[in-house]
């Protein structure tokens, strides 16, 4: 038979446990609210990383950059791969410079995350250039008067991204 201690013991642990979850999940929460509020966009900064599990269980900003650079990785790879089938079928200048654009993107953005434990300064710099790639993509397609919707939409997500990694690279430091 159990006893009244082993009760109160079993049921402190317990209650221990969850506090501790929930004081690591308000951290995490902090981490993210930090770095989003010096984002190009607050709102879809939130939306990225309080969706992402990995970002909620980061415990400190050199975990969070990980986790952001990780999903930019990600990101500009797909856009990468998105705009290189489009110039198979649609050979333009425009789409030429996006797809060379798209090369450096993702170099930036690996770099970065490559960077953050040695040198935060080039973390945060190479994190910065990716979304200044994006914008020479979509310079190339306005100043040829090429419309693609999706690249545009694909070059505002791979700012953005850029505008988190330089935030959360900042705060390494």
Do not use: W
Request: hydrophobic letters at 40%.
């Amino acid at each position: 038979m159990e006893s009244p201690l082993s009760y109160a013991l079993a049921f402190f642990f317990a209650l221990f446990l969850f506090l501790s979850s929930s004081s690591l999940a308000n951290a995490s929460t902090q981490l993210i609210d930090d770095v989003c509020k010096h984002t190009i966009n607050n709102a879809e900064c939130l939306k990225i990383l309080d969706s992402n599990p990995q970002a909620l269980s980061a415990s400190s900003y050199k975990d969070l950059a990980q986790v952001a650079l990780g999903l930019a990785i990600a990101n500009a790879e797909d856009s990468q791969t998105f705009i290189n089938n489009l110039l198979k079928s649609d050979p333009r200048d425009a789409i030429k410079k996006c797809a060379s654009s798209y090369k450096a993107v993702v170099a930036s953005f690996k770099s970065s995350k490559a960077e953050i434990e040695e040198d935060p300064m080039t973390a945060n710099y190479d994190a910065k250039i990716a979304g200044d790639d994006a914008g020479n993509c979509e310079t190339a397609l306005s100043s040829k008067g090429v419309k693609v919707p999706e690249i545009s939409a694909r070059n505002h997500v791979v700012q953005l991204y850029s505008s988190i990694g330089d935030a959360v690279t900042a705060l390494l430091g």
